[in-house]
Every structure is written in structure tokens, then in C-alpha cells.
């Protein structure tokens, strides 16, 4: 049996923006297993990062309200002091950004920045210095004597991002969040750190939360996908049925906007419209609708609950239009118009 490691029910964030609160996130559910990696996707501005943030307690109380429960190991997180979330983020919750140069301190030597996160020890009778080495190699960093008396300039963007992994890593965390971890790399070192954290994760069982734009990325590593738009989950199913049965029509569309899927010759598909900002949210409607031109306008207008629905095991789809929709060629649509 899978043993639940982060779960998240009715997450809803609100922003204060001039005086009134729009919201962000409006009631998410999601869970991720240990040994598990969860993709979330969807558009910039669609969420992704606002989900990461509650869990990781990042958003400025004063200007933000956290609802619902966010629940790791069964300990509910919403409503910790910011004391107690010191504690828990790089103890239970490790947390890898797309820029490490923002996130690393320039000004300190690199075995000196993972010593600082180290907290916990694993046991072992280990000095702080041997254990800041073991976690440079395990990155995949050869001469971790070298680079950890280098300062972050020292080093190319892959090595950084290992560094930062290092660090996210150095007090074996439950949990891994990895928010577009590999975006400013390139295609190569992109797949070696993505193959690194794959292997880290399966080596300590630990949950990755992975968000990404990048589908090519989420074939590879992860277990799981949730697609988000407008600050809630559209569809969510184990990786392979995703990109074999996608049945929401924001699902179909980031499929077929991937560059990976231009037809010889053809052009890149690009989704019409774009993502609502926070004062055009309406959490009863779907609003991805609106930017598919062919459909009906009637289920473009209709009242969707938020609830998903399970249309094969596993796999699960917001509203109930989809499950037996018969989608046009979407292409040939176009091309009329
Ligand atoms: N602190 C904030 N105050 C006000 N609005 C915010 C704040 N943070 C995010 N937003 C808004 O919330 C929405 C979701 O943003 P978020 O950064 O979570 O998207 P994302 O899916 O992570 O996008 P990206 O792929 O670009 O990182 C956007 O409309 C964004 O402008
Ligand atoms: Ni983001």
C-alpha cells in the first residue's frame, strides 16, 4: 500500500491586492505518496507556485490567507507560527528553485552555505565538513573537495542547481519540491539533473513535488500528473494515462502546444487567449472554455463544480462533459476558420 506522505485538501490562497482579497487557489486537492512524484502543470500564471509556496508557508501573512489543510505525516501545516515552519522547511521539506544564483548566498564559500543547512544528523559518528562532501558527491559532484571552498560565481548554472540540490537534500527531507528546477539549464544537463533527482528520490523514498511547463520532462520522471489552470486542478491521473486518454480540453491543448508534438512541416499550436488574471477568476465557471473557440456555448457558460470526476481508476477530470466527449480534429477546425 502506498503510504500517504502530503496531503492537501481544499487549499485555497487569497491575496490582499489594493485594500481586497482576489483569489489565487481556489480549493485544491491533492496528495502525493511517498516514493512518489507528482508533476504539476499548466500555463504561467495559472497557480503552480502559489500551491508550492502554502505548502512550503512562504506567503507574507499579512498580505495573504491560507485556507483549508495541508496535512504532511499527518501534521497539519496551516496555521503554523513562522518559528515552527523555520523548523520544518529543510527539515521535512526540502525545496529546489529555478535559480539557484538568487537563492545562494554569493558572498559564501559552497561547502560552507550546505553546512549552514545542514540541521540533522544521519546517524552516522560524521563531521559537518565529511557530510557536506558526501552530499557534493552524491550530487554528482566529482572534486567536492574543490568546489566546496568555491563561492556560487565559480560554478556553471548545473552546478549550481546540484548545489542547490545538495542543500534541499542535507537533512534527508520527506518531501522534495522542485519548482522549474531545470529551466535555465541546458537540454543535457537539464536530463542529468532530472535523472539525479529521480535517483535521490528513489533511493529515500522520498515525494517529489515536480512543477514544470516542460511535458517532455514530466514523461520522464513523473508518477503522477496534475494540471492546473485559473487556480485549480482540471485533470490528474497516473503519467501514462495523462498523455494516453487527456480529457479535459486544457489537458488536450498544452499536449498539442508541445513542441515536441509539431507535425512535419506543420507549425507549433498555440493555445488561444490567455490565462485569466486574479480579477477575472470565477471558481463556479471553467474558465479554460472561453479559449476553446469550437466549443458550445452552453458548456462554455455553465456552472462547473470544482469537484473532479473519476473516469477511469485514477484518473480524474473537472466537470462531467468530458468522459465520453467526442473532441473534433481540432486541426481541421482551425483551418476552416
Ligand atoms: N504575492 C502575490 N501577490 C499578488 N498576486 C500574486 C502573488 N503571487 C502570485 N500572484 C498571482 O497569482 C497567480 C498565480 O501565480 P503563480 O506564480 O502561482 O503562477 P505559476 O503557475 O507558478 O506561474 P509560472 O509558471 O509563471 O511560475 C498569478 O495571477 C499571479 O500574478
Ligand atoms: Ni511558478
Do not use: C
Not at 529521480?198 to 517529489?208: M, S, T
Request: glycine share 8%.
Amino acid at each position: 500500500m502506498a503510504e500517504e506522505l502530503l496531503e492537501a485538501r481544499d487549499v485555497s490562497v487569497d491575496f490582499r491586492i489594493k485594500g481586497t482579497y482576489q483569489t489565487a487557489l481556489a480549493g485544491v486537492n491533492l496528495t502525493i505518496d511517498r516514493g512518489q512524484v507528482l508533476a504539476l502543470v499548466g500555463e504561467s500564471g495559472s497557480g503552480k507556485s502559489t500551491f508550492a509556496m502554502s505548502i512550503m508557508g512562504l506567503h507574507n501573512p499579512e498580505l495573504t490567507k491560507v485556507t483549508g489543510s495541508i496535512q504532511l505525516n499527518g501534521e497539519e501545516l496551516i496555521g503554523l507560527t513562522e518559528e515552527q515552519y523555520d523548523q520544518y522547511r529543510g527539515n521535512s521539506v526540502g525545496m529546489i528553485f529555478q535559480d539557484p544564483l538568487s537563492s545562494l548566498n554569493p558572498l559564501m564559500r559552497i561547502g560552507e552555505q550546505i553546512a549552514e543547512a545542514i540541521t540533522v544528523h544521519n546517524g552516522k559518528a560524521q563531521s559537518v565538513s565529511e557530510h557536506v562532501l558526501n552530499l557534493l558527491t552524491e550530487v554528482g559532484i566529482p572534486d567536492s573537495d574543490r568546489v566546496a571552498k568555491q563561492y556560487p560565481h565559480e560554478l556553471s548554472g548545473g552546478m549550481r542547481q546540484r548545489v542547490m540540490i545538495a542543500m534541499a537534500l542535507a537533512n534527508e527531507p520527506d518531501l522534495i519540491i522542485a519548482d522549474e528546477p531545470t529551466t535555465a539549464l541546458d537540454a543535457v544537463i537539464q536530463s542529468q539533473i532530472l535523472d539525479l533527482i529521480k535517483k535521490i528520490q528513489q533511493k529515500k523514498g522520498a515525494g517529489v513535488l515536480l512543477i514544470t511547463h516542460n511535458l517532455d520532462v514530466v514523461a520522464e520522471i513523473a508518477d503522477e500528473v496534475a494540471v492546473m489552470y485559473a487556480g485549480q486542478i482540471v485533470e490528474k491521473a497516473p503519467v501514462e494515462r495523462l498523455f494516453n486518454n487527456p480529457k479535459h480540453p486544457y489537458t488536450r491543448s498544452l499536449l498539442r502546444a508541445d513542441p515536441e508534438n509539431v507535425q512535419a512541416g506543420g507549425e507549433l499550436y498555440a493555445i488561444p487567449g490567455t490565462v485569466p488574471s486574479l480579477s477575472e477568476m470565477d471558481h463556479h465557471k471553467d474558465l479554460f472554455l472561453q479559449r476553446v473557440p469550437w466549443l458550445d456555448q452552453k458548456l462554455v457558460d455553465a456552472d462547473v463544480a470544482d469537484t473532479l470526476t473519476e473516469i477511469e481508476p485514477d484518473h480524474y477530470v473537472r466537470g462531467t462533459a468530458w468522459q465520453d466527449f467526442a473532441f473534433p480534429d481540432e486541426q481541421e477546425i482551425e483551418g476552416q476558420s
